[in-house]
């Protein structure tokens, strides 16, 4: 009789997965900017240092549509398939599913008969999405223990509300629309949970016509993009609270909840606040019967010369930060903070999560600074966007490119994109590795990384 094994890559805890083999591949979006344009791409990257194609592209699986806007992807399945409850324990990490979140098609690629041939299997059109949930523009999807979790950024029309849909583990079909009572969410942007409190959150970006033509300055200083947090019951699918962070809070993005699941906390980015420019991160965590959140770290914006800035920021005569991705080591102990305005990449001690320690930073691109990489003497635009952190917690990669439209504001020379890793030291600090400096071809730009067998940011675990 055939026995079911839990997949390899499978880990009952944070510690047990920090523990397993290292990756050898990264798998990053890369959307296709050429003139006329063609299909964006999964780039396929050796990031094995013993190898002689170290830090190249060695794959590369196009889409067979133009004008899809890969963006943000993950796995059908990870380590919360080992929780109690799971009805899937015996799946595997096989299909990464890819979004076009301007085209709102669903990509599914089968990475196990060849890591680095990626191959598409099935596309998903946008009417098959919009007729069985009711919205559109996919954007972050995770792993769940009953499903694939999908948050969608507004309705077909442009509109809201956006949301959250489910897919099946298995036949990788769309189901339906996630919510039973979603109370006052309006907008949507990121979501993940605290399996062991029963909690999923979702965080505010801004609706489709919001966004898809760059930002939208009025909006902006009328404090119309997302500022609030909000909590739901996992299980019964119902809205139970929402944390309003301040209306000059804009852009509530990104949600890293401790890997530890008796951990009652997690961190949240703000790209901008309209009172000064600076960026924030925010601790939610339980306080009695509640949530809370409570702003932990605040990044100033850095004055600069209007000659050096884009329209958008030439009266401000500063460089806001624009914290637009974080990431936090499965050990709960480092948060990463991406400044893709300033340039900068921020590691935080966060072992005391409600005062945080700065613990390293680099510098790489940046509106103004444009810094280098110790492998070119090339000045670099673009600056860290999304961040990637290995298991194991040693090693973080990270690329340039945050959104078409926006990167045409914010750098209207054009980016250049780049992909980078940081060697992280034993007890903190982060270096730029010198071997590690991949520039994608012009007519790309590469967006978010996932890692071969998992990463910080794409399991979630119901054990210590």
């Known amino acids: 009789m055939a026995m079911w094994k839990p997949d390899p890559t499978f880990y009952p805890s944070a510690r047990l997965a920090a523990q397993g083999p290292p990756e050898r591949l990264a798998y990053v979006a890369m959307l296709n900017v050429a003139k006329p344009p063609g299909p964006d791409a999964l780039g396929v990257v050796d990031v094995d240092p013993r190898s002689p194609t170290y830090a190249q592209l060695v794959g590369r699986s196009e889409m067979p549509n133009v004008g899809d806007e890969l963006h943000h992807f993950g796995w059908n399945a990870c380590s919360s398939s080992l929780c109690p409850y799971a009805p899937h324990p015996h799946i595997e990490r096989r299909y990464l599913i890819v979004p076009g979140l301007r085209?709102?098609?669903?990509h599914i690629l089968d990475v196990k008969e060849n890591p680095r041939a990626p191959k598409l299997v099935r596309t998903i059109?946008?009417?098959?999405?919009?007729?069985?949930?009711g919205y559109s523009r996919p954007h972050t999807l995770h792993c769940g223990p009953d499903g694939i979790y999908v948050s969608a950024i507004g309705a077909p029309d442009g509109g809201g509300p956006g949301g959250v849909f489910l897919m099946d583990h298995e036949s990788l079909d769309?189901?339906?629309r996630w919510e039973m009572d979603r109370g006052p969410q309006f907008l949507a942007y990121d979501l993940w949970w605290h399996l062991g409190y029963d909690t999923m959150l979702t965080s505010e970006w801004g609706l489709p016509n919001m966004i898809e033509d760059g930002i939208v300055p009025e909006l902006l200083l009328g404090g119309k993009y997302g500022h609030h947090l909000h909590f739901w019951d996992l299980k019964r699918r119902r809205h139970l609270q929402a944390i309003d962070l301040g209306a000059e809070q804009q852009m509530v993005l990104e949600i890293r909840p401790a890997h530890d699941p008796t951990k009652a906390y997690g961190f949240v980015g703000v790209v901008v606040s309209l009172k000064d420019l600076s960026a924030s991160i925010w601790a939610w965590h339980r306080e009695g019967?509640?949530?809370?959140?409570?702003?932990?770290i605040e990044i100033p914006a850095e004055p600069a010369d209007p000659a050096q800035l884009p329209p958008l920021l030439q009266g401000f005569k500063a460089v806001p930060p624009l914290v637009t991705d974080i990431d936090l080591s499965l050990d709960d102990r480092f948060l990463y903070v991406s400044c893709w305005g300033t340039g900068e990449m921020r590691q935080y001690d966060v072992s005391d999560p409600f005062n945080p320690r700065l613990a390293g930073s680099v510098r790489i691109g940046g509106i103004v600074a444009r810094a280098k990489?110790?492998?070119?003497?090339?000045?670099?635009?673009?600056?860290?966007?999304m961040v990637e952190v290995s298991r194991d917690g040693r090693r973080v990669y990270f690329t340039n490119s945050l959104y078409r439209a926006w990167d045409e504001q914010f750098y209207p020379d054009g980016i250049r994109s780049w992909m980078v890793k940081l060697d992280v030291g034993e007890g903190g600090g982060i270096k730029l590795d010198p071997k590690f400096f991949l520039q994608f071809e012009p007519e790309f730009r590469g967006h978010q990384v996932r890692l071969e067998g998992g990463d910080a940011s794409s399991d979630s675990y119901c054990y210590v």
């Open 174 to 176: 769309v189901l339906g």
């Open 289 to 296: 019967e509640k949530w809370a959140a409570r702003k932990v």
């Open 125 to 133: 059109e946008p009417e098959e999405v919009a007729a069985r949930t």
């Open 103 to 106: 085209s709102s098609r669903l």
């Open 373 to 385: 990489h110790p492998a070119s003497d090339a000045a670099l635009n673009g600056g860290p966007q």
